[in-house]
């Protein structure tokens, strides 16, 4: 790919009021992104017209696209443009695919091996909107699938995490310059999914701060990357339901999650499933639509050399079933109290949670 036609693509990114689709149109004029970017005033005057094209002509007297592609391939960040190999597929088939993406991380982690799932919510989830999220993407994980979010507070950096405690592939697009960790209380996610494997990615510029209406515009990103959008929980204006928008507009599947209706939280997964999204409650709810088996997935797995006999027989019960505490007592055969003493110590170590469905189950 010549090195000049890379810098026309990072040019083109760079300018602000020019944006995939006005961007698509020049390329169609002019027969290619190079030749677009070293139009004369007159020729840009008949795409963009006079206003537009003076701003352009402008931006490129004072801007040098090579010495950018330099300065950005020494702080290790890949630029991606539309006509690269290494851009991916499913968002190359979106009507407005990104001029270019700027990544940190590992590329590949944009060609879901298996299956590409966003996970989206709220960045105020209850106790049971974390509890859903982080079951359903751990499984979704164990069986391989890239997710794919945010990096915001609440549901994205909750399936952030499940899939890196699951050691799966996960994506995380921003609505700022992949150099900006945003939320700055996300600094240790950022973190982590670089040290893990993880990529970041966006369509804006290295160093473009948060500006009102770049994350709205990030949302088709994070559908476009996908096969299918989960929405967990949020309100009836929650921008998940914007992400949910352009994965209907996109040709993507559209899951929800049902939530306790007494919840302002469940306003937003509602809504989609009234409006034709499948219900989903759990990950094979999911696969189910794209044909693919859970028989091969990884199971939960604990280490018995870290419990006690008594720790031992509980989470033997619960490997095999969800239990009520009435009927893991049957099984185990322990008294109520030690039954539930054990209980709590498997649930500060971890190992064992309380579903929605109030039963104890392996974490």
């Given at each position: 790919m010549k090195r000049s036609l890379v810098t026309a693509y990072l040019g083109f990114s760079y300018v602000l009021g020019i944006g995939p689709m006005k961007f698509a149109s020049l390329v169609a004029h002019f027969g290619n992104a190079e030749k677009a970017y070293r139009a004369n005033l007159k020729q840009l005057q008949e795409i963009l017209g006079l206003v537009s094209a003076e701003a352009f002509y402008s931006f490129r007297n004072d801007f040098s696209p090579e010495k950018e592609l330099d300065r950005l391939e020494k702080q290790s960040i890949h630029v991606i443009p539309q006509i690269s190999q290494k851009y991916p597929p499913n968002l190359l088939s979106i009507s407005d695919s990104p001029i270019c993406l700027f990544a940190k991380g590992d590329p590949s982690k944009l060609?879901?091996?298996?299956?590409?799932?966003?996970?989206?919510?709220?960045?105020?989830?209850?106790?049971?909107?974390?509890?859903?999220?982080?079951?359903?993407?751990?499984?979704?994980?164990?069986?391989?699938?890239?997710?794919?979010?945010?990096?915001?507070?609440?549901?994205?950096?909750?399936?952030?995490?499940?899939?890196?405690?699951?050691?799966?592939?996960?994506?995380?697009?921003?609505?700022?310059?992949?150099?900006?960790?945003?939320?700055?209380?996300?600094?240790?996610?950022?973190?982590?999914?670089?040290?893990?494997?993880?990529?970041?990615?966006?369509?804006f510029p290295p160093d473009r701060t948060v500006l009102p209406g770049l994350f709205i515009s990030r949302n088709r990103i994070i559908s476009g990357l996908s096969q299918g959008v989960l929405i967990t929980e949020g309100l009836k204006d929650s921008g998940a339901l914007i992400t949910a928008?352009?994965?209907?507009?996109?040709?993507?599947?559209?899951?929800?999650?049902?939530?306790?209706?007494?919840?302002?939280?469940?306003?937003?997964?509602?809504?989609?499933?009234?409006?034709?999204?499948?219900?989903?409650?759990?990950?094979?709810?999911?696969?189910?639509?794209?044909?693919?088996?859970?028989?091969?997935?990884?199971?939960?797995?604990?280490?018995?050399?870290?419990?006690?006999?008594?720790?031992?027989?509980?989470?033997?019960a619960l490997l095999e079933t969800p239990l009520l505490i009435d009927d893991l007592i049957v099984v185990i055969d322990f008294p109520v109290s030690q039954t539930l003493q054990v209980l709590s110590r498997l649930e500060l170590k971890g190992i064992v949670e309380k579903n929605s469905e109030g039963k104890y189950q392996i974490a």
């Open positions: 060609f879901p091996k298996k299956i590409g799932i966003a996970v989206v919510g709220t960045r105020k989830p209850t106790a049971y909107g974390i509890q859903v999220t982080k079951r359903i993407t751990s499984d979704l994980a164990d069986y391989g699938a890239t997710i794919v979010s945010g990096m915001a507070l609440g549901i994205d950096a909750e399936a952030h995490k499940a899939a890196l405690d699951n050691e799966a592939p996960t994506v995380a697009v921003l609505g700022c310059g992949v150099n900006i960790p945003y939320p700055a209380a996300n600094k240790w996610l950022y973190d982590r999914i670089l040290k893990e494997g993880g990529v970041i990615v966006s369509e928008s352009y994965a209907a507009n996109q040709g993507r599947d559209v899951f929800a999650v049902p939530s306790p209706i007494t919840s302002n939280m469940s306003e937003a997964p509602h809504i989609l499933l009234k409006q034709g999204a499948k219900l989903v409650t759990s990950a094979q709810d999911i696969l189910e639509e794209y044909n693919i088996s859970v028989r091969n997935s990884k199971q939960k797995t604990v280490d018995f050399s870290l419990l006690n006999s008594e720790e031992r027989s509980i989470v033997q």
